[in-house]
């Protein structure tokens, strides 16, 4: 469509704009300036980004794993013994859980969307539109701070998959105001050719320039209003525009949803690798605890021990005894270590991206396991309760893995464990699902809770289970691994090994 001067119309971003008036240079030389400013920030954010969790810098000739790490935070002096232990531990292993996990390549990002496309076919859709965040991440590997450095803004920025038949490559474009269409170009999304791009000005209603462009003027021709979905993170004033201005919009679901949720074998190494190294990173750790540790000590260590390997944390709960009696904590962190103590953590970290999500439950290294019957026996009650239910809750994730398979439903895993909690007596001391979906978000769907009964999983999904049950001013027990639902087998372990005892987490 092209236009004249003045008229207010969109203007597309491959045609020459020969008649702007005289006055527009002023404006166009702060455009030019803002960009600079903008694309200064995020060549800063993205060499931040190249120090970032796990870049594995080489694989020597033993087999072992070189990487640069992250920055460490700094501890206090009479913590220094503990850290370098656990930092110690950690190297010990080579960080031979790495050599799974790579950077992706432009061509995963291509197979997604043209994933995508072929998925919108099948469930009757147009367009699938998305804005920076995860879901945008997952198609173009831009996050909302790498687009908005500053903050979630106003202005649309949004990318459009057009449906497409199997073998034909989809058409994507992006609606971009028009002072931020060369930023948008400098992003490198990976894409194999130019980016297209429909702009639109300060003044213009974006949601209409975006229905009169091109890639939906057919539909607009047939007298059809375009069916497009959008995702959970999606704004409302951005859903409503669109719904607003002559677009048909629907929530996210069907076979576009499992796009995300199915993944290749590239995003597996990686949550392979993630997952491991939080697990390792935790069993490091636990050999150098000593008593009188506080909760908050021992978070700290364990996330600088996560760091040292390139892996880079992002939630971490370390509980003692009662603390953990509700399962994410709340309390102070100022509750300290003894010999009893059963220690709950729950940490999740990222590299390349994606998320781990792991919870072990044991005891400290200082209490030893007994070796015989009569040394068991010998133990106090409260102890023996501690293995009792750590029991319990082994065989309820080991009763969930049996049915996280092909074609079970999500509802079917979290009541084969809730069966078990509730037949060895403790039902209401299990207060929430046992699991959910994990990739580039720690929680994604399908969400693996008794009333899900609908949810069908397939192979290539990836979920967590973590049974728990927590007895209130006593102590709580969680065990959370992560798990790849493959075809015609049981699920496969994506954190190395599961926990042995209370003694071997």
């Given at each position: 469509?092209s236009?004249?001067k003045?008229d207010g119309?969109?203007?597309?971003?491959?045609?020459?704009?020969?008649?702007?008036?005289?006055?527009?240079?002023?404006?166009?030389?702060?455009?030019?300036?803002?960009?600079v400013v903008?694309?200064?920030?995020?060549?800063?954010?993205?060499?931040?980004?190249?120090?970032?969790?796990?870049?594995i810098?080489?694989?020597?000739?033993?087999?072992?794993?070189h990487?640069?790490?992250?920055?460490?935070?700094?501890?206090?002096q009479?913590?220094?013994?503990?850290?370098?232990?656990?930092?110690?531990?950690?190297?010990?292993?080579?960080?031979?859980?790495?050599?799974?996990?790579h950077?992706?390549?432009v061509?995963?990002?291509?197979?997604?969307?043209?994933?995508?496309?072929?998925?919108?076919?099948?469930?009757?859709?147009?367009?699938?539109?998305?804005?920076?965040?995860?879901?945008?991440s997952?198609?173009?590997?831009?996050?909302?701070?790498?687009w908005?450095?500053?903050?979630?803004?106003?202005?649309?920025?949004?990318?459009?998959?057009?449906?497409?038949?199997?073998?034909?490559?989809p058409?994507?474009?992006?609606?971009?105001?028009?002072?931020?269409?060369?930023?948008?170009?400098?992003?490198?999304?990976?894409?194999?050719h130019?980016?297209?791009?429909?702009t639109y000005?300060?003044?213009?209603?974006?949601?209409?320039?975006?229905?009169?462009?091109?890639?939906?003027?057919?539909?607009?021709?047939?007298?059809?209003?375009?069916?497009?979905?959008v995702?959970?993170?999606?704004?409302?004033?951005?859903?409503?525009?669109?719904?607003?201005?002559g677009?048909?919009?629907?929530?996210?679901?069907?076979?576009v949803?499992?796009?995300?949720?199915t993944?290749?074998?590239?995003?597996?190494?990686i949550?392979?690798?993630?997952?491991?190294?939080?697990?390792?990173?935790?069993?490091?750790?636990?050999?150098?605890?000593?008593?009188?540790?506080?909760?908050?000590?021992?978070?700290?260590?364990?996330d600088?021990?996560?760091?040292?390997?390139?892996?880079?944390?992002?939630f971490?709960?370390?509980?003692?005894?009662?603390?953990?009696?509700?399962?994410h904590?709340?309390?102070?962190?100022?509750?300290?270590?003894?010999?009893?103590?059963?220690?709950?953590i729950d940490?999740g970290?990222?590299?390349?991206?994606y998320?781990?999500?792991?919870?072990?439950?044991?005891?400290?290294?200082?209490?030893?396991?007994?070796?015989?019957?009569?040394?068991?026996?010998?133990?106090?009650?409260?102890?023996?309760?501690?293995?009792?239910?750590?029991?319990?809750?082994?065989?309820?994730?080991?009763?969930?893995?049996?049915v996280?398979?092909?074609?079970?439903?999500?509802?079917?895993?979290?009541?084969?464990a809730?069966?078990v909690?509730?037949?060895?007596?403790?039902?209401?001391?299990?207060?929430?699902?046992?699991?959910?979906?994990?990739?580039?978000?720690?929680?994604?769907?399908?969400?693996?809770?008794k009333?899900?009964?609908?949810?069908?999983?397939?192979?290539g999904m990836?979920?967590?289970?973590e049974?728990?049950?927590?007895l209130?001013?006593?102590?709580?027990?969680?065990?959370?691994d992560?798990l790849?639902?493959?075809?015609s087998?049981l699920?496969?372990?994506?954190?190395?090994?599961?926990?042995?005892?209370?003694?071997?987490?």
């Amino acid at each position: 469509m092209s236009t004249v001067k003045g008229d207010g119309l969109p203007r597309w971003h491959n045609e020459l704009h020969n008649e702007l008036p005289r006055v527009d240079l002023r404006f166009r030389t702060a455009r030019i300036a803002f960009g600079v400013v903008a694309y200064c920030l995020l060549l800063w954010q993205l060499l931040l980004g190249m120090m970032s969790p796990g870049e594995i810098v080489s694989i020597d000739n033993h087999n072992n794993v070189h990487t640069s790490g992250l920055p460490l935070k700094p501890v206090p002096q009479d913590l220094q013994h503990f850290q370098d232990c656990s930092i110690a531990n950690i190297r010990a292993t080579n960080l031979t859980f790495l050599k799974t996990a790579h950077p992706l390549l432009v061509s995963e990002f291509v197979g997604r969307r043209n994933r995508l496309a072929h998925a919108l076919v099948e469930d009757g859709l147009d367009a699938f539109i998305v804005e920076p965040g995860y879901t945008f991440s997952y198609y173009a590997n831009i996050t909302q701070q790498q687009w908005e450095v500053w903050e979630p803004e106003e202005r649309p920025f949004l990318m459009v998959v057009q449906s497409a038949a199997a073998g034909t490559e989809p058409n994507v474009t992006f609606l971009v105001p028009s002072f931020e269409e060369e930023r948008a170009r400098l992003l490198g999304m990976p894409f194999e050719h130019r980016i297209e791009a429909i702009t639109y000005e300060e003044h213009w209603n974006p949601y209409s320039t975006l229905l009169e462009s091109p890639p939906f003027a057919a539909t607009i021709a047939s007298g059809r209003r375009p069916k497009i979905m959008v995702d959970e993170e999606m704004r409302d004033f951005i859903s409503r525009g669109l719904s607003d201005n002559g677009f048909d919009v629907v929530g996210l679901g069907g076979t576009v949803e499992q796009v995300r949720q199915t993944k290749s074998e590239a995003e597996i190494g990686i949550l392979r690798a993630v997952n491991t190294g939080t697990v390792e990173a935790v069993r490091a750790m636990r050999e150098c605890l000593t008593p009188g540790l506080a909760e908050d000590e021992v978070m700290l260590v364990l996330d600088n021990t996560l760091r040292t390997t390139g892996l880079d944390p992002f939630f971490d709960i370390v509980l003692f005894d009662e603390d953990a009696s509700n399962p994410h904590g709340g309390t102070d962190g100022a509750k300290n270590l003894e010999a009893e103590t059963m220690v709950l953590i729950d940490v999740g970290a990222h590299l390349f991206g994606y998320s781990s999500d792991i919870c072990r439950s044991f005891f400290p290294p200082f209490f030893k396991k007994p070796e015989s019957a009569e040394q068991y026996e010998a133990l106090g009650g409260s102890t023996h309760h501690k293995l009792d239910v750590w029991d319990i809750v082994f065989e309820a994730q080991t009763a969930s893995l049996a049915v996280l398979h092909e074609n079970s439903s999500a509802a079917a895993v979290d009541i084969a464990a809730r069966t078990v909690i509730e037949t060895a007596g403790y039902g209401d001391a299990f207060t929430h699902r046992v699991g959910h979906g994990i990739g580039i978000k720690a929680h994604e769907s399908q969400y693996l809770h008794k009333g899900n009964v609908n949810a069908t999983l397939k192979a290539g999904m990836t979920f967590t289970s973590e049974p728990g049950i927590y007895l209130v001013d006593k102590f709580g027990v969680r065990h959370e691994d992560v798990l790849l639902v493959r075809e015609s087998s049981l699920p496969e372990l994506l954190t190395g090994r599961r926990a042995k005892s209370a003694w071997e987490p």
